[in-house]
């Protein structure tokens, strides 16, 4: 069974900084895709940024300049570092991973990130 596991997430004010992580297991062929959404109150799901598995990354426009999606040091892990946070950056930030030969996208329970003005 695939779990993530998520931390990183916080309060901090605005100008600052925090670091997301998220690690994946249960796949044997790995993760063809990880990434991150996030979702503010009363506003719908969005896409962050998401890394495929030939390491070609993509964000949504409104955080380009100022987070950068990696893969971590551990095996099925990626990191969002996230720069310059607005105090509309606040949102439950969850990770996604779509395990290699399949289309599922796994959801991670979601980290909440705060950001103060």
């Known amino acids: 069974q695939v779990q993530l596991v998520e931390s990183g997430g916080g309060l901090v004010q605005a100008g600052g900084s925090l670091r997301l992580s998220c690690a994946a297991s249960?796949?044997?062929?790995?993760?063809?895709?990880m990434g991150w959404y996030r979702q503010a109150p009363g506003k719908q799901r969005e896409l962050v940024a998401v890394?495929?598995?030939?390491?070609?990354?993509n964000y949504a426009d409104f955080v380009k300049g100022r987070f950068t999606i990696s893969r971590g040091n551990a095996k099925n892990s990626v990191l969002l570092q996230m720069n310059s946070l607005k105090p509309e950056d606040t949102a439950v930030y969850y990770c996604?991973?779509?395990?290699?030969?399949?289309?599922?996208?796994?959801w991670g329970q979601g980290t909440q990130v705060t950001v103060s003005s």
């Open positions: 996604i991973a779509v395990p290699a030969l399949t289309i599922n996208t796994i």
């Open positions: 249960g796949s044997d062929f790995g993760f063809n895709r």
């Open positions: 890394i495929i598995s030939g390491g070609t990354t």
